[in-house]
Structure formats: structure tokens, C-alpha cells
């Protein structure tokens, strides 16, 4: 009886002193989009699957160097939207990721790839074109 009461102590030690330590890390994150490529300016991706909730929109950040930093370029709030044009690019060298928005209480959203628009451009079996 003993020895079943230290091993039980034991555990709830350990997952208390866890999720003391680790907080953030009990709390489940949105998945990214699918990030498929960057042809020119236009960003194309893959819907998430999102089982806490609704995706009610997508943020896109960009940036001129792959370390940052990362500002956000556009929130897009159609759920169903698979490409955004970014018309203020000039042709630069941009970085991007992307951040699903869903109504999923406390859940953050876990970052896409980084992907940029230099040639060549993503995956070759990507079609940019397709929407």
C-alpha cells in the first residue's frame, strides 16, 4: 500500500512540477496553413485542418531578411481563400509565413514554412496559376 502511494505521489509530482515549468506548453496550437509557394507576388496555400473551432481568416507576415522581422502584411477574412497577391511587393526579395485565425479560445496558431518569391520558385508540381 505503501509503495502504490509514493509511485502515485510520485507521478502527480512530476506533473505538477511539468506543467508549473511548461505551462505554454499544454496548450494545444492551431495548425498552419500548408504553405505551397511563392510565384512573384502571389502566395498560395493549403487550408488547415482545424478541429477546435471555426478558421475565420488568415494573417500573412512578411519581411526583407529570413531572421526578421516580421510585420503583418495582410489578414485575410474569407476562411476559404487560398491566395493573396501582395500588390505593394515592387519586386523585392520578401520572406512570408502565415498564421490560421480560428475561434479557438486561448490557441495560438503554429507558423507555416517560411517561403520567399526568388526564383525558382517553390515546388515544382505548385500551380499559383490554379485559382
Known sequence: MTMNLLRINFWFSLFLTFTLIF???LVAQIP????RCVKGDTLLWDLPTVTC???TGFRIFSSQSFSGPYQLLA?????TQTTF???NGGGNRLYYYLETIANCGAQTSRRSDTLDNEI???HANCNCERH
Not at 75 to 79: D, G, I, L
Open 23 to 25: 505551462p505554454d506548453k
Open 53 to 55: 473551432g471555426n478558421i
Open 85 to 87: 497577391r501582395n500588390l
Open 120 to 122: 525558382p520558385y517553390a
Open 32 to 35: 498552419a496553413p500548408d504553405f
Open 75 to 79: 489578414t485575410v477574412t474569407n476562411p
